[in-house]
RNA sequence: GGGCCUGUAGCUCAGGCGGUUAGAGCGCAUCCCUGAUAAGGAUGAGGUCCCAGGUUCAAGUCCUGGCAGGCCCA
């Protein structure tokens, strides 16, 4: 057997961080996790994959620490946990990254520059930011096989998503419609509805009142216009009809403009003063009837229509979207840049007025508009509206508007053919399968991601871009459409052989079929696929499915997930996508829990971003604090959910309470069990366990808060609460430190009897457990401390904590009555304390007696611990106030859960006739309640009132001359008077202590032996002669003399107002 | 404008089912202890538990309405 090692006091944790990756490597310790499970109980992770489009920042290391934890814990627990890596490769982010770099503006630059050479960038600037990313992953710790992580750009990936859309396409979920959707002119493609909810911000637009004169009807021959509202004033070029709401009422008012022209307005009745003006009169009300079929005069005529549109168009319609809650209660619509608006112009055939193009310039059509961008031209049309005598009001209004997520661009709604996954069709099981997820937290399933799961629209797959995955469609003059499900399916339609081919464009654009229907040419559908979409194909194609056995075998056997964790922004990102893909495919959910994780903010609360310069490097800050740290902050503090401040500050503050805390323990446990050669005994299972000696009840103490450590980390992490896990591990860390260890020092000193053998065996089992417990939160401290405690000492023990079985709850351990009176001594402890603290009394001076009262329920269990009480308080006797005739008095102290419900509001006069009854009242009822008994007390108010002992609770107190200080129930009293030989005996501990400074200062090891002088008169002289015994022992003096013997180390100190001279020299071993 | 979350000490955060003394850590001040020592501990100051109503014998906790911040969506 090997021995426990040095350990070096100070904790240098990235140092050691760099030890234990090698040790992992050498050993190959994640590989062989895993092995070892093999044939258990699968438990299934997968990773959502980053965008490898940008350097890894804090907030990474924030997701990457829950996928590593989990996975862990379950891996101890004793399943087989496989973790394939991902990379999601395609998408616009990715591209825009590379426009940046080549300094392309727009679409047009990217074909000059040559689709080929452009993918082939995007591919290049992927794989160059995996990089970092792996090594993220290394330097934190995240164990996930890097080497088999799917990538999303290759070709068996793209297979299999092509795959997903020819069934999708053959049951009839994937379909062709023409769809108003947010389009950016700069980067020309639509955006999914997560991306443009990435672009709010709040600006101020120019918005207008028009007034539209009727053309026809009564409301032409009195002169009245149609009052319409728009923030885009633009949007009033392309205008066919007004609509209004059937529930609203209108009416015809007349009133005075800006411009001092008095008119005649129609506008919903609740929209007047808003809308019109307070001084508006009301002429009459205007009937629906009225109002439906009136034509009215184009606020811009500069766009040509035929007779047959204008008979179609410009007329006033109706439908229920128009609402009252702004503008004037009349809506003006334009087709082609409105969802709302192109319903309306289908149910009511209206003519479409499309003049804006792709680059969001209005055409050539438009006259003196032609070329402008539209929503630049909104101040000259409003000025247009104005001289030409339309206008009624124009003003700003600030609300939130949709940018362009990744070039800030304004969106503007623009009408264009695209594909789409019909995933209302399958709504229902959309929201049947989210209520089977376990979600952390809880809301968001019936909030934020059920809402939107019950307003689902269909999902726009279509992106008009380069580097994606090709949608597999081909399409023949006929407008037949061929779908294509593998390379192998596309040779076989093309006729040769493309097995080889890169499945992107611009390859896939230039092979052509013959349509299978009428045998025209088909060339593909120029539209890449949105890449949510692949990663919500993760599931399957990660493995290539279904193209391959293997990959069958695979996705069968890794089918759904039963965890995942990414950020609360992925709800409808990739949450969404995974749930609706597999939804779509094989109708059910592909992940059984999920963790939702919070931003990471600065110090103030704010986002991180480079435009704040308050981003924190993550490779820095592993650099500084080293992993665990950083680990543990992401895993314990506050709500996971919740968006969290970090700064350098809060990683010490985790390093110095948790990490020092637990190595100081480390060392000092190795630092004296090095010392007396302690060595944990095998039993005959083969793990070593604490020898049996006697054990004190402090170490049944630790040892019951252990189990109950182990029970709720255990039962925490079950339930994928990684904080209430965390949280009580610290406690126990910090149980173990400062009242275990500091209670039992002594015993670990010169100990080698039973009682230092339980001490040891403690400790030990304590620090071991700990470190198993620890390592899925910090896999390097604890895999330091278990090749320390472990490893070093039993050549057969696993050769790595992370190959250890997760520790069983110990039910004979648990000892909950024991936990409680341990706490009550605590508390007692610190009552002392502060006596002492207020009677200006150091611990040193030892005091002859202390008397305590405590709550009753722990009474006896403190009984047991009374000498650990004494001990701590430096006190020679404690004892229960109790006893001592004349010493102890009695207050009742009411127990509202048993009273508020008894009494009700008379609960309030029982509790103070409790809390005021006279001391010989309360000396009388106390005894007989403690018996049992029912007791009668006089109530103002309500006469004499019975009480059960549940009611009323008895407090003991001392009542002597003492210092008496007291905390609710608890109290403790002080003699404070000092006997001569209690002076005495405190000089000798001065003494003592001022050796040992000596020795400690001369740079002698604990255990050296020394001789001793001390020079001194008066008291001190006496002390020295009644406690002779106790310095020598104490200082580990073999001698001790009067005068300095020669040559060694002295000091003078003054103690009890003169000077003491101190000598000491070490003595050789062989004089020992 | 809507939905959800959050609001407790100077700072970061805990506070099952409502129960009468609201806690911890950091920071600050004053000390103590020291054979874990470039550690450890104690005491103290510091709180209208965001505000206003309500329910209740009893509200940090439950309800309603505000306010502020965040996220998501219009």
Redesign the pocket.
């Given at each position: 057997m090997g021995q426990f090692p040095e350990v070096d006091?100070?904790l240098d944790l990235p140092a050691l961080d760099a030890r234990i990756l090698e040790l992992w490597r050498d050993r190959k310790v994640f590989q062989r996790s895993v092995d070892q499970r093999v044939g258990a109980e699968p438990f299934v992770f997968y990773e959502g994959p980053p965008t490898a489009n940008g350097r890894p920042g804090v907030h990474h290391v924030e997701a990457r620490v829950f996928k590593d934890l989990f996975p862990r814990f379950k891996t101890m627990r004793g399943y087989r946990v496989d973790r394939k890596g991902g990379w999601d490769c395609h998408g616009l982010p990715v591209e825009l990254e590379v426009e940046k770099e080549l300094g392309l503006k727009d679409k047009q630059a990217i074909e000059t520059y040559g689709v080929e050479a452009f993918n082939a960038r995007c591919r290049e600037s992927v794989e160059r930011y995996v990089d970092a990313f792996e090594q993220l992953t290394e330097r934190i710790g995240f164990w996930i096989d890097a080497s088999q992580a799917y990538r999303t750009m290759d070709t068996s990936y793209v297979e299999s998503v092509w795959w997903a859309l020819a069934e999708l396409h053959r049951r009839g979920l994937l379909v062709e419609d023409y769809k108003v959707s947010p389009y950016c002119p700069r980067c020309q493609t639509t955006l999914s509805?997560?991306e443009?909810?990435?672009g709010?911000k709040e600006v101020e637009d120019l918005t207008a009142y028009v007034a539209l004169p009727a053309t026809t009807g009564t409301l032409a021959e009195e002169g009245a216009a149609l009052l319409v509202w728009t923030t885009q004033p633009w949007t009033l070029v392309p205008n066919v009809s007004v609509v209004v709401g059937p529930g609203i009422d209108y009416v015809l008012v007349e009133a005075t403009g800006e411009d001092g022209r008095a008119r005649k307005l129609v506008v919903a009745r609740e929209r007047v003063a808003a809308a019109v003006g307070e001084d508006a009169r009301v002429l009459r009300p205007v009937p629906l009837e009225e109002l439906l079929g009136t034509r009215y005069q184009r606020a811009f005529e500069e766009i040509p229509v035929s007779e047959e549109e204008a008979a179609r168009g410009w007329t006033v319609v109706a439908d229920e979207y128009v609402t009252t809650?702004d503008g004037s209660g009349l809506v003006q619509t334009s087709p082609a840049y409105g969802a709302e608006d192109l319903a309306v112009g289908q149910r009511y055939n209206t003519p479409v007025l499309h003049p804006v193009g792709l680059d969001g310039k209005f055409g050539p059509e438009t006259g003196w508009l032609a070329g402008r961008f539209v929503k630049a031209a909104d101040a000259d049309l409003v000025g247009d509206l104005r001289r030409r005598g339309l206008l009624w009001r124009a003003e700003t209004h600030t609300?939130?508007y949709p940018f362009c997520w990744r070039c800030a661009t304004p969106l503007i709604y623009y009408a264009l053919t695209s594909w789409y996954a019909r995933t209302t069709a399958v709504k229902d099981r959309l929201l049947a399968e989210n209520a089977r997820i376990g979600w952390r937290p809880e809301?968001i399933r019936d909030?934020?991601f059920g809402?939107?799961l019950a307003n689902n629209v269909d999902w726009a797959l279509s992106r008009s871009r380069y580097w994606g995955t090709p949608l597999p469609l081909w399409r023949c003059e006929e407008q037949h459409v061929t779908v294509v499900e593998s390379l192998a399916d596309l040779s076989a339609k093309a006729g040769r052989d493309l097995s080889g081919i890169d499945p992107h464009r611009p390859f896939v654009d230039e092979v052509t079929l013959a349509c299978p229907e009428c045998g025209q040419e088909a060339r593909r559908v120029p539209d890449v696929l949105d890449a949510w979409f692949d990663s919500g194909s993760m599931p399957f194609a990660q493995w290539g499915y279904p193209h391959t056995p293997e990959g069958r075998a695979a996705f069968e056997r890794a089918f759904p997930a039963d965890f995942i964790s990414e950020g609360?922004?992925q709800?409808?990102g990739w949450f969404y996508s995974l749930l609706a893909v597999s939804t779509l495919l094989f109708d059910q959910t592909s992940f059984r829990n999920v963790v939702c994780l919070g931003?990471i903010v600065d110090r103030n609360?704010r986002?991180m971003s480079k435009s704040l310069g308050n981003v924190l490097d993550p490779f820095q800050l592993l650099d500084r604090y080293g992993a665990d740290p950083l680990r543990w902050f992401m895993l314990a503090?506050?709500?996971p959910w919740?968006?969290?401040?970090l700064f350098p500050?809060?990683i010490e503050?985790v390093t110095?309470?948790l990490f020092?805390?637990l190595w100081?323990?480390y060392?000092?446990f190795c630092?004296y069990a090095r010392?007396e050669g302690f060595h944990p005994v095998r039993s005959t299972g083969g793990a070593t366990s604490a020898p049996p000696g006697p054990p004190t009840p402090l170490d049944r103490w630790v040892l019951a808060e252990l189990a109950d450590t182990v029970d709720q980390v255990t039962r925490s992490l079950d339930d994928y609460d990684a904080t209430s896990a965390a949280?009580r591990l610290a406690g126990f860390v910090?149980d173990l430190?400062?009242w275990y260890?500091?209670l039992s020092?002594r015993r670990f000193?010169?100990g080698t009897g039973d009682d230092a053998d339980a001490a040891f065996g403690t400790l030990w089992t304590c620090l071991r457990t700990v470190a198993v417990l620890l390592a899925p939160y910090a896999p390097f401290t604890a895999e330091e401390l278990w090749q320390g405690l472990v490893v070093s000492v039993d050549s057969e023990a696993p050769d790595s904590v992370h190959l250890v079985d997760w520790p069983r709850p110990d039910p004979a351990a648990a000892d909950p009555e024991l936990s409680a009176a341990m706490a009550e001594v605590r508390r007692l402890v610190?009552l002392g304390?502060?006596a002492r603290?207020e009677a200006k009394l150091?611990?040193?001076q030892p005091l002859a007696r202390a008397l305590i009262g405590v709550p009753d329920p722990v009474r006896a269990g403190v009984a047991g611990l009374l000498d650990l009480v004494a001990a701590e308080l430096n006190v020679k006797e404690v004892g229960f106030a109790e006893g001592e005739a004349g010493l102890v008095g009695y207050r009742l102290a009411p127990n509202?859960?048993a009273?508020?419900?008894r009494f009700?509001?008379d609960?309030?006069a029982v509790?103070a006739a409790l809390r005021q009854a006279p001391p010989g009242v309360a000396a009388e009822l106390a005894p007989r309640l403690r018996a049992g008994e029912r007791v009668e007390l006089a109530v103002e108010g309500l006469g004499t009132v019975e009480l059960g002992p549940d009611e009323a609770a008895v407090v003991e107190e001392p009542v002597t001359g003492w210092r008496v200080v007291r905390?609710?129930?608890?109290t403790v009293a002080l003699d404070l008077e000092v006997s001569p030989e209690l002076r005495l005996e405190g000089l000798a501990?001065d003494l003592?202590?001022a050796v040992?400074?000596l020795r400690?200062s001369a740079g002698l090891e604990?255990?050296d032996r020394i001789e001793l002088a001390v020079k001194a008169g008066g008291d001190v002289a006496a002390a020295v002669a009644a406690h002779r015994d106790y310095l020598l022992g104490?200082?580990?003096a073999t001698s001790l003399h009067t005068a300095p013997q020669g040559d060694g180390h002295d000091a003078r100190v003054e103690l009890d107002g003169q000077e003491v001279r101190l000598w000491l020299r070490p003595v050789r071993a062989v004089d020992a």
């Open positions: 006091p100070n509805d997560a443009v909810a990435m709010y809650s609300h939130a809301h909030g934020r809402d939107w609360i922004d709800t409808r931003l609360g986002k503090s506050g709500s919740a968006s969290r401040r500050e809060a503050d110095r309470s020092l805390t100081n323990t060392s000092f630092l010392l949280r910090d430190s400062n260890v500091r020092r000193w010169r610190g304390r502060q603290t150091k611990i040193r509202f859960r009273l508020g419900p009700g509001r609960a309030q509790a905390d609710g129930a608890t501990r003592v202590r040992q400074d400690k604990v255990a104490e200082t580990l």
